[in-house]
DNA sequence: GTCTATATGGTGATAGAC
DNA sequence: GTCTATCACCATATAGAC
């Protein structure tokens, strides 16, 4: 549990994170926007580093949580759509610790990189079996289940390149599109 | 027209750059890969950033010569194919390139970003004109342009996350899975 | 829990000789 | 076209007072 400091420490960090980037943000620029010393941010966390994996740590904590609920659903078609929903939202409502925990996987070291790329597959296994369920109760087709489901995650992962609050559409409806497009396809039944 | 040691330099960066990322990877790094002082790499670069934005323009002038090739093809659905596999060819024959310029982009002054969104936008034009094409034939099934063409990209961009060279799959083969999937879609006909 | 001051080393970039 | 030496600055992190 942390302390209230600690996590407006985490909080403004990811913004700026996301903003200019993990390496390009430095401990003095984390510093000015809090208001605080440098001493002091070091008396909450030991290392940059750690503030990262603090981050990142929270940000697939909670989307495995929504992935576990999407995968609940017994029925394949409405699992996905649920899964990819509840993806695009939590991306949505949490987009500094989800797009810092993308994009900052690879400024961890090994050692701090091994919790987190576990905690990942852990999730992505959540899509797979819910793939997987699907095919064999023959409501999707029998394809390769591990490209299906990196598929399913580039669709959504890709929206923190391009996606913006406020633009025309909620992240959550760019995933029910995707999902339909994936489920019908883009091609024309009628030709 | 780049030198020997110029283009030297470029393979040499992209391939840091990839791998430890733009920020954390200091000239010095650079020099002493290419076993040279710093002095002789600001001989042949005004900056750091220079390097990077040449990289970028380089990377995206070839991507934008295949897709053009890929969308003078008559057949909507073949020219589709074409595209996607030209797009994951170009990023497996030129990976560091590639990557660099998918990554690099929000380290660049806005001044030298804008010229290398300017060449992307071009190259997503040329991708929509394609879809557009297919859905006014009655190929495709009348979906909105915009966002089908960054589902595209997204299978295909989010591979620099997750395709590592030497694995059961060409790039190549990946886009083939993709274009059938997005074509066919996930859905089982039969039930 | 926060501060000022500092340690230590690396950063991008340049001067000027060869 | 490359080098050695150096500039001016900023990085992460810590010591010790309050």
Known sequence: MGTATRNRILEEAARLFT????????????????GLSKAALYHHFRSKEEVLYEISLQALEGLLEEGKKASAVPEAREALLRFMEGHARFFEENRPFFVTMLQGLQSLSPEKQAPIIALRDRYEETLRALLRRGMESGVFRQLDVALTARAVLSLLNWMIRWFRPGGPLRAEEVARFYFHLLLRGLENGDS
Do not use: C, M, P
């Open 19 to 34: 903003e200019k980037g993990y390496e390009a943000t430095s401990v003095q620029d984390l510093a000015e926007a809090l």
